[in-house]
């Protein structure tokens, strides 16, 4: 049972951050085409897959029952961070950076850099590098802890297809400065997945 829910909770957790982004290109009518979307799909879950390897591949070097440890106190650590950063995320804080590619990781709706409406094929890998940052750190802790990346992948990238496609959706319907607190829901998330890695 844990072997099917712990891939399913990671990729939940993970992809929550572009189910908010969709959410924004939603409200601001920007759309999200097919290619686009299985763009940020496949690029967010092989991310994560390719992290899970590593983390499988360095678990051997760890004595006894600390891969274990060591993945569950990675992912806890992720959660914790993720917990602290939503705490203190504030509206305008996305203007004072230089960086563009940070820019995207706070306002993900700068990914359209033509201003088309559009979120073109190239700019969808842009937004999917952004989104993966998070997969990319959490993927070591569990692929340490024993999740499959083959699992993992299949999951995430179903739930990324059609968390974005209901976030574009909800994200028309929505007030555009209505903030809703998922930032908090992934950190409980991958701090539920680290509790069942260090207990499990």
Do not use: N, Y
């Amino acid at each position: 049972m844990e072997q099917l829910l712990a891939p399913l909770l990671l990729a939940a957790a993970l992809s929550l951050d572009a189910f908010v982004a969709a959410l924004g290109f939603g409200a601001e009518r920007i759309r999200i085409p097919a290619a686009s979307l299985w763009t940020v799909s496949l690029i967010c879950s092989a991310v994560l897959s390719l992290s899970l390897q590593a983390g499988a591949l360095l678990a051997p070097l760890l004595p006894g029952g600390a891969a274990r440890l060591w993945g569950g106190g990675l992912l806890a650590l992720l959660g914790v961070l993720k917990l602290i950063e939503s705490s203190f995320t504030r509206p305008g804080r996305d203007e004072d950076s230089s960086s563009f590619f940070a820019l995207i990781c706070r306002q993900p709706t700068r990914a359209d850099r033509d201003g088309s409406r559009t979120l073109s094929p190239g700019e969808a890998a842009l937004l999917a590098l952004a989104l993966s940052a998070d997969g990319l750190a959490a993927g070591v802790g569990a692929g340490a802890g024993g999740i499959g990346a083959l699992p993992a992948f299949l999951r995430s990238a179903a739930v990324h297809l059609g968390g974005i496609r209901a976030g574009e959706a909800a994200g028309r319907r929505l007030i555009r400065s209505l903030h809703l607190p998922f930032g908090p829901v992934c950190g409980v998330l991958l701090l539920l997945l680290a509790l069942g890695r260090l207990l499990g």
